[in-house]
């Protein structure tokens, strides 16, 4: 019954921009850690962006800094994430995990903290 789905994937061109949610139900999310990975064709998994419970911690890649925000509404158990000025590096499915608690920056970029994880959705960033 636990379940984490994203969405607001798509197709945009080099510069475009896309908003992803990723909507929780089951439980309330309130007090985890929730994050975004993703992953490109060919490539590892890799760290895009988290946001504390409580928003008291929200880290980036080096990557998007810069060009992401990411969010959250806990009225509506739904995390966000931005995506500004977006390149062809940034191709790839994007997923949603969530932790209860806290994490530490080191352990919060480590995909094998996560016990909740969503199905993904793609973004494509091509001209």
């Known amino acids: 019954q636990v379940q984490l789905v994203e969405s607001g994937g798509g197709l945009v061109q080099p510069g475009g921009s896309l908003r992803l949610s990723c909507a929780a139900s089951g439980r309330t999310f309130s007090r985890d850690t929730m994050t975004w990975f993703r992953q490109a064709p060919g490539k590892e998994r890799e760290f895009v962006a988290s946001i504390g419970w409580g928003n008291s911690r929200i880290v980036y890649s080096e990557a998007v800094k810069g060009r992401f925000t990411i969010s959250r509404d806990n009225a509506k158990n739904t995390m966000y994430l931005q995506m500004n000025s977006l390149n062809t590096e940034d191709t790839g499915v994007y997923y949603c995990?969530?932790?209860?608690?806290?994490?530490?920056?080191?352990?919060?970029?480590?995909?094998?903290?996560?016990?909740?994880w969503g199905q993904g959705t793609q973004v494509s960033v091509s001209s």
């Open positions: 995990a969530g932790r209860v608690g806290t994490l530490i920056v080191s352990a919060v970029r480590q995909s094998e903290q996560y016990p909740y």
